[in-house]
């Protein structure tokens, strides 16, 4: 564009002292000399406007373009992650699915597997047994097969959060009288392979305490020693680690527990007494 507007300046300028000249005569050509010569500045003023003006639109056009250059990689971009962006979810989604029916899936095979198990033997049985009342046998399949929807029920594909577990045993610290249900038995169990992380440091205490009731020691120690780093401050933390470690014949740890529970709590009379006891095995 910016040649093109120098090339018609250029015809401009060349072509109008002609026509001047060649128009007029002699007198038209004298006046414009004059004319010339007494007011040169229109004409230069003139052409440095068109030049400026020319100069400016070309300006703004390539401002426009860098603009454009520069937001159309920004746009690619946002619109490439967007595009990943979906494409993961919808991948997470479809596999979050397959797993979900899959599991399903196996858990009833499983279920299935069992049943047929449970029926050729009842098959067999029958067969085996002719002597045997037919129908004693079936109540006596009807009450398998009623313990066995009992158990299948209680079975959890997911294993119980703390928070439904703690409670239940926190209550049976309080009654002494009672005896440890299997299912807990067995929760305690998987916990002991299980992460941790969930487990805040009052958990662990409790956890512990039900190790030390029921007189497994090296059980209840990781908890208390878990403990102990999760609650420095308190001192029945302290004081449980010291027992678990004097009972599995670590006196110097032990007597360093019940030191650490003592500066915390130095009016508790029972700490007193477990601290001298390790001193006199020590000595």
């Known amino acids: 564009m910016r040649q093109w507007l120098w090339l018609w300046l250029w015809l401009y300028l060349t072509a109008l002292p002609v026509l001047a000249q060649g128009g007029g005569g002699g007198n038209r050509a004298e006046s414009s000399r004059v004319l010339a010569e007494t007011n040169p500045r229109p004409w230069s003023e003139f052409v440095q406007i ?71 033997h009842y098959q067999i049985t029958l067969a085996a047994l002719n002597t045997q009342s037919r129908q004693t046998l079936e109540q006596e399949w009807q009450k398998r097969l009623t313990t066995f929807c009992e158990t299948t029920e209680r079975v959890s594909l997911a294993p119980p959060s703390p928070g439904q577990v703690l409670p239940q ?46 007189g497994q020691w090296e059980k209840a120690l990781p908890y208390y020693q878990q403990a102990s780093q999760q609650q420095p401050e308190s001192w029945e933390t302290w004081y449980h680690l010291g027992l678990a470690l004097n009972h599995l014949h670590r006196y110097t740890e032990a007597l360093t527990s019940f030191e650490q529970a003592l500066a915390l709590q130095p009016q508790a009379s029972q700490i007193h007494q477990h601290r001298d006891a390790v001193l006199e095995k020590l000595g």
Do not use: M
């Not at 937001?71 to 991948?91: C, M, Y």
């Open 169 to 214: 045993l926190r209550h049976w610290l309080t009654h002494t009288q009672t005896e440890l249900a299997p299912e807990l038995y067995q929760h305690l169990v998987d916990w002991l392979h299980r992460d941790w992380a969930a487990l805040t440091g009052a958990d662990c205490l409790l956890l512990g305490q039900v190790w030390q009731r029921l």
């Open 50 to 120: 068109e030049v400026d003006r020319a100069f400016r639109h070309t300006t703004v056009l390539l401002n426009l373009f860098l603009l454009v250059l520069i937001l159309l990689p920004v746009a690619t971009g946002l619109g490439l992650w967007w595009l990943r962006r979906s494409i993961v979810i919808q991948l997470v989604q479809t596999a979050t699915e397959r797993a979900q029916k899959q599991i399903q899936a196996q858990a009833e095979i499983t279920i299935a597997e069992v049943l047929a198990q449970h029926l050729t």
